[in-house]
């Protein structure tokens, strides 16, 4: 075992494990899309670490204005007005396309939507949340309440008053529904919300959560006509609608916010990952004018040391030129075309693959053990075999980095992904993938 190994074993604690059966590699440089290990192997970063890192390793930009910030002014409390807080304020207001809006700048994507929470409270008075299943919108203690999966089970008993529902899944909708068309499946996940808004009292509902696309937990990609539904719900019941873009915000699934593909407009929009790309940890909370207009005269429970962090705010400034400089929503639509035709491809030639989605360079392969069954390649919230692992495992090995959650194996490149290096590395998946259909043949 290495030194630097050794030493993070010993005082480290990693994220989301067991720290007896970890074994993580040593990582000593990074460039572009891939990054190298202390023994030289080099990895395609094919889930761009943390899907937040979408301008790819070193990007000069984005070093050369934490530099220059730093110089200039490390920090400054939140109270003070300075220039970089007020343009990068400026610059995402201006990419949200809601006019009249405002920021409060957080440092995470966690604490955007436990802010979210905060702002729709005092806007309704109401004390009601709701959420979906499978859904992740951060580990902190509110925001792991809003989560529709098994990492929420450690903060439990939760917030008092979040309601979690069915999201759009056709995939995996109950054996009875028989759909005929995407308006078929946007009718039937309305009707199921309406009936819990009904069910909870929307008079006490102050916000309804979603991940405009649902990421980690398979990129649910909401049918045609879904949002314009829920809006009228939201409008209906005098409930805010909150879209949780931590992910699919600054490009990822080709336009600046996911929500601009989807005919909707928010009250509140949360952000983080792609606003720095990873180089400094930032994130932030849009509020529609209507809310923002509410502390002209009351006062903002809101607040945070770091809130609008000048490093931050000079890393996202310097961010969203450099997406404008390399054509970055371009190039995530050309290439979103490419990964599209590939992950297509798997679907039809591997047995284990029961169904791929994709937006922009936003994408899942969900496994199974039988296509016809749809019977998933490991239960949900059950995995004793480390089946999943195992193949992660595997395409490591091969030079592909990537994660999983459940039976779904994320492929969401840095968007500044050539097409030749995009081909290249889904190389490796098509081969990992053979092995995957060999591996269902002996769970039969």
Request: with cysteine; charged share 25%; hydrophobic share 40%.
């Amino acid at each position: 075992m290495s030194k630097i190994k050794e030493q993070g074993m010993k005082y480290n604690l990693y994220s989301w494990s067991a720290q007896k059966k970890i074994d993580p590699i040593v990582i000593t440089k990074a460039e572009g899309v891939y990054f190298w290990d202390e023994d030289g192997n080099k990895y395609y970063d094919m889930s761009a670490q943390m899907v937040n890192l979408n301008l790819g390793h070193g990007n000069k930009e984005l070093i050369q204005a934490i530099k220059d910030q730093a110089e200039k002014m490390a920090y400054i409390s939140p109270g003070y007005s300075v220039d970089v807080r007020s343009e990068a304020a400026q610059k995402i207001v201006e990419l949200s396309g809601l006019e009249g809006a405002k920021v409060f700048f957080v440092n995470a994507g966690a604490e955007a939507n436990e802010n979210a929470m905060k702002f729709a409270k005092a806007y309704t008075g109401k004390w009601k949340f709701f959420a979906a299943y499978r859904s992740y919108h951060g580990s902190s203690f509110g925001s792991s309440s809003l989560t529709g999966e098994p990492r929420k089970f450690i903060a439990e008993p939760a917030v008092p008053g979040v309601i979690h529902f069915d999201g759009p899944y056709a995939y995996r909708a109950p054996k009875a529904c028989k759909f005929d068309s995407e308006e078929d499946i946007t009718e039937f996940y309305l009707e199921l919300l309406e009936n819990q808004i009904l069910y909870e009292g929307p008079e006490q509902i102050a916000g309804i959560f979603f991940e405009t696309v649902v990421g980690t937990n398979g990129v649910l990609i909401p049918p045609k006509g879904y949002y314009e539904g829920v809006r009228a719900l939201c409008d209906k019941y005098n409930i805010l609608l909150i879209l949780d873009e931590v992910m699919t915000g600054f490009y990822r699934t080709g336009t600046a916010f996911a929500f601009h593909q989807f005919n909707v407009k928010p009250d509140i929009v949360t952000f983080a990952k792609g606003s720095t790309c990873g180089y400094i940890p930032f994130g932030g909370v849009i509020v529609s004018e209507k809310i923002a207009r509410i502390f002209d005269e009351n006062k903002m429970f809101n607040g945070l040391t770091y809130s609008g962090h000048p490093m931050g705010c000079a890393t996202t400034i310097a961010a969203i030129k450099a997406y404008e400089k390399y054509g970055v929503e371009e190039n995530v639509k050309k290439q979103g075309k490419v990964l599209a035709n590939i992950l297509d491809t798997f679907e039809q030639k591997h047995a284990s693959v029961g169904q791929v989605r994709h937006i922009g360079l936003f994408s899942s392969i969900e496994l199974v053990r039988n296509k016809e069954t749809r019977e998933p390649l490991v239960k949900f919230n059950s995995d004793p075999d480390g089946i999943m692992p195992k193949i992660v495992r595997m395409l490591k090995s091969e030079g592909f980095s990537t994660y999983s959650h459940e039976n779904m194996l994320m492929v969401c490149p840095p968007l500044t992904i050539t097409e030749t290096e995009l081909k290249e590395a889904m190389k490796i998946m098509d081969k990992v993938l053979d092995f995957v259909d060999e591996m269902i043949k002996e769970l039969q």
